[in-house]
């Protein structure tokens, strides 16, 4: 469930990030603390963006940065990271982004009831715009719960 996997340990709450390289960095500390990836999946995570280019931006204002499960996924795990202003994904300083949304898996299966509801919540402007303008963990794990029911 998304609920399970985003809890108020997992949610960081900040205005800026210089980069998008130091937003994913921020977003992976949680999962790096507990020991659910290693420092070469945040390191996998950004390299795929500088070979692929900004694939990981899924919907205006979010990004859903994530490497393959070898690359240093030790168990599933995912965080939010909400900032007010958005940081550019693109090179031409486009794809502002204002929600970054790391997901560690480590396989092709056991995440995909948690990411089936982080799409259904992401599927409306709406909900995207909310979770942008929280200024509470609580304010973002209400708007989670809505969306963690089978």
Known sequence: MLNELIDEDHIVLKEEENSW???IKTAAEPLLKTGA???GYVDAMIESV???????VIAPKVAIPHARPEKGANR???TLLRLKKGVPFAEDGSRNVHLVIVL????NETHL???SQLSN???DSQNIEQL????TKKEILDLINQYSKE
Not at 132 to 135: C, N, R, S, V, Y
């Open 37 to 39: 990836v290693t420092e």
């Open 21 to 23: 390289e130091d937003a």
């Open 132 to 135: 942008i303008k929280a200024d």
């Open 104 to 107: 560690a898996a480590v396989d």
């Open 121 to 123: 919540l992401l599927s």
């Open 113 to 115: 009831k948690a990411l």
């Open 50 to 56: 500088h070979e692929l280019g900004p694939y990981i």
């Open 76 to 78: 599933l795990g995912m």
